[in-house]
């Protein structure tokens, strides 16, 4: 496996040397780094060979499910790998993983079984706890019991925590933690107001926000946020009707996973999305 994280032009390069002397000198370390930074892909693979982790394993924890498949292929195809390799995942009723892969990218329930299963988490040398600000009951309990593995069995056990948004200086002051800051990238926004809307018309109307915005802006993608299934497959079926030249794609929860996959890479015929 070769890879050089500071090939990959991407905000997060920049705290790369940070973060692995700060692993180096302690066994908790928080990174705080905007959205789109990299943290997610690029972290894991800057910290894999380290000598503290002595080949073992990194965990990293995702709070939902496509989170976890997608960032699990984009971590192998930097290597020019399949997922199942260096890198896999274990999400519920399905995993890629193998006696090779040494990334495992999991979802939340499945780490509180692992650590359940295992107090020591054997074989495993760094667990990440990925946008952490989502917070929920599995992610909590397994950081509490990692936390509990480290004073007990295991100080030389790394546990890093990624976020966007959370409150550093609290989070720093409670678990008696280093913070690493990227400051990521800002672009420019263009806010415009539609006026009031019809609660119970969401999906018509967000349809024709996009069919304006489509045409006022004859380059690049679209990406629309719904409240819901409902009014996502009543945008789309407005949208497929009236707008052409796009490769239109809804995500959410129920799609098939091949699905849900098109809707996140590039389009294969290369239209816009």
Same mark, same amino acid.
């Given at each position: ?52 982790? *002595? *080949? ?22 930097? &290597? ?8 896999? =995942? ?17 979802? !939340? ?6 650590? /359940?299963?295992?107090?020591? &988490? !054997?074989?495993?040398? &760094? ?6 600000? +989502? ?12 936390? !509990?593995?480290? /004073? ?30 990227? *400051?990521?990238?800002? =672009?420019?926004?263009?806010?415009? =107001?539609?006026?009031?809307?019809? +609660? ?18 004859? !380059? ?15 945008? +789309? ?11 239109? /794609?809804?995500? =959410? ?7 849900? &996959? ?5 389009? *294969? ?5």
């Amino acid at each position: 496996m070769y890879f050089n994280p500071f090939d990959i032009d991407l905000p997060i390069k920049e705290v790369i040397d940070e973060v692995r002397q700060q692993l180096q000198n302690a066994n908790t370390l928080i990174v705080n780094a905007p959205a789109g930074a990299g943290k997610s892909t690029i972290l894991p693979l800057a910290v894999l060979d380290e000598a503290i982790f *002595k *080949k073992q394993k990194i965990l990293m924890l995702e709070p939902r499910r496509l989170a976890a498949r997608t960032i699990a292929e984009r971590m192998a195809s930097l &290597l020019g790998e399949q997922v199942g390799e260096t890198v896999g =995942y274990r999400i519920r009723f399905d995993n890629k993983i193998s006696a090779k892969t040494r990334i495992e990218v999991l979802t !939340e329930g499945i780490l509180t079984r692992m650590i /359940h299963s295992d107090n020591a &988490l !054997e074989g495993v040398g &760094l667990v990440i706890f990925d946008e952490f600000h +989502e917070r929920s009951i599995h992610a909590d309990v397994a950081l509490a019991l990692c936390r !509990e593995a480290q /004073h007990i069995l295991r100080p030389d056990l790394r546990i890093m925590i990624m976020s966007a948004t959370l409150d550093m200086p609290m989070l720093e002051d409670l678990l008696k933690a280093p913070v690493v800051s990227s *400051k990521g990238r800002q =672009y420019p926004v263009d806010i415009r =107001y539609t006026g009031q809307q019809d +609660e119970w018309m969401i999906g018509e109307l967000t349809a024709q926000t996009v069919k304006m915005a489509a045409r006022e802006n004859k !380059e690049g993608d679209i990406l629309v946020f719904l409240p819901g299934q409902a009014e996502i497959r009543k945008c +789309e079926e407005i949208l497929r009707h009236d707008l052409r030249g796009f490769s239109l /794609h809804p995500l =959410y929860g129920q799609l098939p996973q091949g699905k849900q &996959l098109a809707a996140i890479f590039p389009d *294969k015929k290369g239209k816009e999305k």
